[in-house]
DNA sequence: TTCTATGCCTAGTACCTCTACGCATAGGAG
DNA sequence: CTCCTATGCGTAGAGGTACTAGGCATAGAA
């Protein structure tokens, strides 16, 4: 079953920075742990990921830098800064006040600060 | 501070069902509604909620019905249908596959099930 | 040598949202 | 009695954007 578009959208970019906030890493390999994380639900294609991966670079929110190792495909690697850290921090902070709302409509249950918290 | 743009289309649908699936409403109360839910955070112009209302009639997900009370203004009211409930729980279902993946890069808390289950 | 997986990138369109506007009236303030 | 605000519903169309569909390249396996 496809996840909605919109849900897709709004899960990208915190999705993307939280994985990177994991520690540095790539475009292939982003895209492998975003299937992996969501147990093969969120399927994006690559030409979704880089151009996602681009706008995180001209926000500053990402550093990047190409490694080519002695063997094997070159590489262009992500890290996140402390402008893409606090991105994420604002990101979590508007998917708790969506969650809580939602939560408060279905069933009243404080839902997301758990793991916001922690965050 | 602003909810960002795709976080606001991603939960106004299922917000809007929600909402309905409490009772049938009008508009305006709608948009009252959603401010209360939220806290204040989220503040949808009457521009935007109308288009979506009309949306989710085209889709049969509620149905609606002109009131004109001897006093006051008259109203449009909308009330959910079977298939709105369907597809309002077919989006808290994505809702909890989504939230978990951000909350497993997060802190590794379960955050959604709690709600959605009783949902 | 051929095929698949890996690895990165972008032009352009097709789609959609939301701003900006229009219309109308109830009720209170003055 | 008049003005102003809150209530109440609606749409055209500009403007913006996501994503498809395509391109390029090579390592390694069969």
Redesign the interface.
Known sequence: ?D??K??V???????VL??L??GENYGYAILKR?RE???G??QWSDGMLYPLLHRLHRLGYVTREWRVPPEGRRRRYYAITDDGREALA???R??M???R?????????D??P???G??
Chains 1, 2 share one sequence.
């Open positions: 079953m996840i909605d919109d849900l959208a709004a899960s990208a970019t915190p999705l939280s994985i906030a994991e975003v994380i969501s147990l639900e969120l604002e990101h979590q508007q998917w006040i969506v969650a709302a939602l939560g408060d409509v279905w069933g009243g249950t839902v997301l758990l793991a916001f922690r965050a």
